[in-house]
């Protein structure tokens, strides 16, 4: 079957990379427990942050494009993105991605702006291979915790849901992520037509792009018991499928506390959102580790 991605790749040697790519900030009205996110540009600014900067998954398009000519058909079908997110991008900023595959179902890719900083490393795998996220979680849940003053509330194994997690090509995506699918494939930093045309689509419906499994299981939030006000930032992610996601597909997805931990800026908590049909057959799981910045909770302790 012919690519559907309309954009070219490169090969040097082992590596494949894409094109340099600006992506687009979709966030700036983002809003959760009554205030303006990180990725407002005098929120990001009060935090001591160079600028508000785009939301991490916005990266995982270029991965697709990479992924897909290495594992074809079979990456929308059990394809998994696994990253540790190393330097925010700001508006404006071009991104190149790279992978190098490294065996039958497992790549290594990596993403960086034109003065070499790393955007982000990351593993991606098809077919249940160990992910670059399989170590990192279990470290943390390994880690001694400390004294929490906004996560306190939260308890390993605590969930939450089922809420509706069904992506529309035109609804839009709640306070979380005010813009529809269609309003994101108009910027998309990689145009697949799988994701808008269901006749040219292997599965008769358009696919789910893999930043935007991020959106279906954290759109209308998690609702766990995070002190407030409070803005947090993501530090890890991984999107894996089990089978292909559809857009107008009915689908609901639970959250699990699965890791607490502390740096010296944020406290932070791992979720795993679990995406089922309406059978309840997990369809994909997104593992979300973010945290939330101490200097944004009024009365933090010194």
């Known amino acids: 079957m012919a690519n559907p991605f309309s954009g070219s790749t490169q090969r040097e040697d082992d590596i494949v990379m894409g094109e340099w790519r600006s992506p687009q900030q979709m966030l700036h009205d983002q809003t959760y427990d009554g205030h303006v996110s990180v990725h407002d540009d005098s929120m990001a600014e009060g935090l001591g942050l160079l600028g508000a900067p785009i939301e991490g998954p916005t990266h995982f398009s270029q991965l697709d494009l990479l992924a897909y000519e290495m594992f074809g058909d079979e990456w929308f079908v059990t394809g998994c993105v696994s990253s540790h997110f190393e330097n925010m991008v700001i508006e404006g900023e071009k991104v ?105 689509s292997p599965w008769q419906l358009p696919v789910v792009p893999s930043e935007m499994l991020s959106v279906m299981g954290h759109r209308g939030g998690s609702h766990l018991p995070v002190r407030g006000p409070s803005v947090g930032l993501f530090i890890d992610l991984e999107v894996r499928r089990r089978q292909p996601v559809l857009v107008g597909v009915e689908y609901s997805v639970t959250h699990e506390v699965v890791a607490m931990g502390q740096s010296r800026r944020v406290e932070s908590y791992w979720t795993r959102s679990s995406i089922a049909d309406i059978d309840g057959v997990s369809v994909a799981d997104v593992l979300l580790h973010q945290g939330v910045f101490k200097a944004s909770y009024q009365g933090y302790p010194s």
Not at 150 to 163: A, F, K, N, V
Request: hydrophobic share 35%; with cysteine.
């Open 96 to 200: 190149k991605a790279f992978a190098r595959q490294v065996g039958d179902h497992t790549a290594e890719a990596w993403a960086e702006k034109e003065n070499g900083d790393c955007v982000l490393t990351a593993s991606l795998t098809v077919k249940e291979a160990k992910t670059a996220l399989s170590e990192r979680l279990v470290a943390a849940q390994e880690k001694d915790l400390g004294e929490l003053f906004i996560i306190d509330r939260l308890e390993l194994g605590m969930t939450t849901g089922p809420d509706n997690a069904t992506l529309t090509m035109d609804e839009h995506n709640g306070d979380m992520y005010p813009f529809s699918l269609a309003e994101k494939l108009t910027s998309i930093t990689e145009p697949c037509r799988w994701y808008s045309d269901h006749n040219s």
